[in-house]
């Protein structure tokens, strides 16, 4: 009798994964590969990086299945690979000049990286494409255990109740850890604004 991989769960999946059981994470590809692809497009706004970063992620996911440990669950060990993936794109894509212009995307019910409380700068001010690289930037240079949160909660947008329980952690450490990764990028974002606003022209 063979086995209903889609009945499966995500643990049992894994196993089978790594016991050589090629269609078991096939069905981990099947049930994150849109949230795997929205996150990447939430870091890089173009949809060929996000696109090429999401396959990267799977497989750098397929490969390190044996260094996957159990405590905490495959999806947010796997956002972690997709965010690693994303922002190698986007280090990648900075050092060649591409723009953020280039190919946007036409998908209308993607959003906008958004970072919630932080800031009275006007959201679009915050969106434009000089801010998103900083933003961007400075979320790389996060401690794991504060991206690990803002990916969850920001991009992602879980509830502190569900990113507590992916994490193991209490929802007091999920409030603890979001404030100093928003207070780190307001930070950097805010300094940013004042340099340009006291910038003088030509210079």
């Keep these: 009798m063979s086995l209903d991989h889609a009945a499966l769960p995500d643990a049992r999946l894994v196993d089978l994964a790594r016991d050589g059981d090629s269609r078991a994470f096939?069905?981990?590809v099947r049930r994150y590969q849109d949230r795997v692809f929205r996150?990447?497009?939430k870091i890089l706004r173009h949809e060929d990086d996000a696109l090429e970063a999401s396959q990267d992620a799977f497989l750098s996911a397929f490969r390190g299945l044996a260094?996957?440990?159990a405590e905490s669950t495959f999806s947010t060990w796997l956002y972690r690979v997709a965010t690693n993936a994303a922002l190698m794109k986007y280090r990648k894509r900075?050092?060649?000049h591409v723009?953020?212009?280039q190919s946007q995307s036409s998908i209308e019910d993607l959003e906008p990286l958004a970072i919630a409380d932080w800031s009275s700068q006007p959201l679009d001010n915050l969106l434009d494409t000089e801010t998103r690289e900083i933003l961007t930037r400075e979320m790389d240079r996060l401690p794991?255990?504060?991206r690990e949160v803002f990916v969850l909660r920001d991009?992602?947008?879980q509830s502190n109740d569900q990113v507590s329980k992916e994490?193991?952690?209490t929802v007091a450490a999920v409030k603890s850890r979001l404030h100093r990764a928003r207070v780190h990028l307001r930070d950097r974002v805010n300094r940013y604004f004042r340099d340009r606003l006291t910038r003088k022209p030509g210079s």
Excluded: A, P, Q, V
């Design 155 to 157: 991009i992602m947008e």
């Design 39 to 41: 996150l990447c497009y």
């Design 67 to 69: 260094r996957f440990k």
């Design 94 to 96: 900075r050092d060649g």
């Design 144 to 146: 794991e255990n504060e």
């Design 26 to 28: 096939d069905e981990l």
């Design 99 to 101: 723009s953020y212009e």
């Design 167 to 169: 994490l193991g952690i």
